[in-house]
């Protein structure tokens, strides 16, 4: 079992470009998280999703997009980079109240 | 809405001494809560989760929480910390109502553990 995957681990973006943030999980869940961590404030909720083709805003959602196609799938897209998003990416997915969490993703926008 | 509120940002502590980080809550509806603790470059871990029950409640690496409803408190201890044990700990909560934390656990702001040789 893999668990929660996320890719990239590192990446530096230019003001104005996009990316996609990829997160897979191979146990079946069907809650799946994005979370962004910033020094000294925790974790935020971006986006989250309770099954396939159900996402839903969390707490800071501007400026992201999500899909969700499949169980397994939760992409993070960003679509006009800005400094403000630099930040640690975190997704997970959940089953019976336990959070599984992935490496992360560290992002820098210049 | 529910909030968490850590009230330690960093605890250094000896090796070999007790620990106790401390973590408040609020909420208007009952709440599970959780301790997950974050290695350096690492994604967070589950310790420990208050469901119902007992209201002391053992995890893993000897870590206890004792969950006490009046004081609306959530307090992480261990009676003897090691090095290994440097990381950062996040107390968070989830809405009893909101189907399972199927809408995302509520973070505080995390207390940085520094033990001392």
């Known amino acids: 079992n893999a668990g929660v995957t996320q890719t990239p681990k590192f990446r530096i973006l230019k003001i104005g470009q996009s990316m996609t943030l990829q997160c897979a999980q191979d146990?079946?869940?069907?809650?799946m998280y994005w979370y962004r961590q910033d020094p000294g404030m925790g974790l935020k909720l971006i986006y989250y999703s309770v099954g396939a083709g159900i996402t839903d805003k969390g707490e800071v959602p501007n400026g992201y997009n999500v899909s969700r196609s499949t169980t397994e799938d939760f992409p993070l897209r960003l679509e006009l980079a800005a400094p403000s998003q630099t930040s640690v990416y975190f997704c997970?997915?959940?089953?019976?109240?336990?959070?599984?969490f992935g490496q992360g993703t560290r992002l820098t926008v210049v | 809405a529910q909030s968490v509120t850590q009230l330690d940002s960093q605890v250094p502590v000896f090796e070999e001494a007790p620990v106790e980080l401390r973590c408040n809550y609020s909420s208007s509806v009952s709440v599970y809560l959780f301790w997950y603790v974050q290695y350096p470059n690492q994604g967070l871990q589950l310790l420990l989760k208050y469901l119902s029950g007992s209201t002391l409640v053992k995890g893993i690496n000897g870590f206890e929480a004792e969950f006490n409803k009046s004081q609306t408190s959530f307090h992480l201890r261990k009676p003897s910390v090691h090095i290994s044990d440097t990381a950062e700990y996040f107390c968070a909560v989830s809405d009893f109502y909101s189907g399972g934390g199927a809408d995302g656990l509520t973070f505080g702001k995390g207390t940085h553990l520094i033990i001392q040789p």
């Open positions: 146990m079946n869940h069907n809650y």
């Open positions: 997970a997915s959940s089953q019976a109240l336990e959070a599984f």
